[in-house]
């Protein structure tokens, strides 16, 4: 465990006019995801954050997206750290394929670094060693930086920002960042440090930029939870809170909510189960005994006492509230008089999956209370006049915007200038620029090379150009699954077509395509109405069960792309 050291006690690197500190971000700057940023001075390199961002819908086959490592991979004698801001996949996601290259010591809070093991464990990958806990106010030194960690708010317990001490000067890292007065869990924003920092002279701030659009101020945690109050007060029958599984303190209030209210709380999903055991274990989220009850049991249980709270508020198609709202989950049913309240904001690009996922549930005969006001979601992020706190405690000689797309880097630029910064020292980047920051100047200095890696449904890396050919023919070949079905009756019009290419076919191994094609006319024939309906829902179905077929029958994994056609 690093040693607690006051602020009054500290002294700074010896400085050198020989030597600039560059600010390599690899991710996250014009884009939102892969957030990934390298310091460099001298031979000496840290790495905050490793996340990954989603694929668009044209990335066939392709999972996840990771930053190209390339520049760490090439100096991997010189890391000499990863810090960990918090565990958001965007900060998080990519961890296990650098680790996996660059063996070097993680520093996190207790939540962060359990949510990481998580990943690590998945991959195989041996880390215990490795993971170095933190708290605020703790300092580490790695190279020539010593980094004190600061206290934030965010949407995530275990978040924390950078004071990075380095031989040129210091560097405020601020990570994912709000300026919560009444989180939830009592951790307050330590805006003492950062008026520290500010008093002693702040090279560069490096801050977040995702809400840099938005006036005002970021509602607290809190306002939620009154929200959510009145809701169990007057619903008549079964609560149903849909959130993202990270967000703890949402969870956390729920809870609180239905040990006031005497009603018990079944979690429903694979990523708010885990999360939500990873968080009781660390003590970031405290359940009363008797509280939770497994989702089987709800059944036996009055539904007016009953909380449900289930992963899925993006309308993913096979998600517990995806399931539950077509009235397929094996355990969670909805009826009339039930309430469902997503609480989460839609993530662009999203809004399509969730009003399909409302429209099902207006069909099982519940209400849906989604946004609105009272608030029933605040934002993690920090708007305009936190912000521009931020920019007044450390009074930067430099500010570079980051975390988000050129529209909020810009905004938040302006931001900067509103309150007094000198454009030429707001230094707009993207990623791949490097950044040459000392006492006397601050610039662009070139670029390095940075991209996205896709990753696919084995794991594992493929390049961009094998990606694009995966819209014709996979590592494993293309199976193309069209099936037409009668807009009027949701009955299938004839027989499935299957279309392979570069999928290979022993002889002996029989008539495999025609066995396919029964296979999808089961899988329509076995879905509801409702689902035949939705074509995000039934070309996942259809998808899964001949994903099953192909890897029980000739272990191997075709790219998988079913066709709807409505007649």
Known sequence: MPAVTT?????????????????????????????????????????????????????????????????????????RGIVLTHGHEDHIGALPYLFEKVRVPMHGSDFTLGLAARKLREHGLPHDRQMKRVRPGEEVTLGAFTI????????????????????????????????????????????QAFSFYGDQGVLALLSDSTNAEVEGFTGSERLVGGALDGIFRRAPARIVVSTFSSNVHRIQQVIDLAVTHKKRVALVGSSMVSTAEVAQE???????AGTLVEPHELRKLPPQRTVVVAAGSQGEPMSALSRIALDDHKEVSLHPGDLVVVSAR????????????????????????????PP??????????????????????????????????????????????????ILLAESGDVIEIDEKSGRLAGKVGVGRVFIDGTMEEVDEIVVRDRRHISEGGIVLAVVAID??????????????????????????????????????????????????????????????YFRKNLDRRPMIIPAVVET
């Open 487 to 548: 807009r009027q009756t949701g009955a299938m019009s004839g027989d499935p077509e299957i279309v392979s290419r570069g999928f290979v076919f022993e002889e002996a191994r029989g008539d495999l395509l025609g066995e396919a094609a029964r296979v999808v006319r089961r899988s329509v024939e076995a879905a509801t109405p409702e689902e035949r309906a939705d074509r995000g829902v039934i070309k996942a179905i259809i998808q899964r069960d001949l994903k099953r």
């Open 7 to 79: 602020r009054a006690a500290r002294t700074d690197p010896p400085r050198t006019s020989q030597q600039s500190l560059q600010i390599v971000p690899l991710g996250g700057l014009g884009e939102f995801g892969i957030n990934c940023t390298a310091l460099r001075f001298g031979r000496d390199i840290v790495v905050v954050d490793a996340g990954l961002m989603f694929p668009e819908e044209q990335l066939l086959g392709v999972n996840v997206v990771i930053p190209d490592f390339s520049y760490l991979f090439e100096r991997q004698d010189e890391v």
């Open 346 to 373: 839609a993530i662009p690009g999203n809004e399509k999956s969730i009003n399909r996922v409302i429209n099902h549930i207006y069909r099982r005969g519940a209400d849906v209370i989604f946004g609105g006001s």
């Open 148 to 191: 004190e960690f600061l206290q934030i708010t965010h949407s995530i317990p275990g978040a924390l920002a950078l004071a990075v001490r380095t031989p040129a000067g210091t560097v405020i890292h601020t990570g994912d960042f709000k300026m919560d007065q009444t989180p939830v869990d009592e951790r307050t924003f330590d805006f």
């Open 282 to 288: 660390l003590g970031h989220l405290k359940v009363p």
């Open 376 to 425: 029933y979601h605040v934002s993690g992020h920090a708007s305009q006049e936190e912000l521009k706190i931020m920019l007044t405690l450390t009074r930067p000689r430099y500010f570079v915007p980051i975390h988000g797309e050129l529209r909020q880097l810009y905004s938040h630029a302006r931001l900067a200038e509103r309150v007094g910064m000198a454009r030429e020292r």
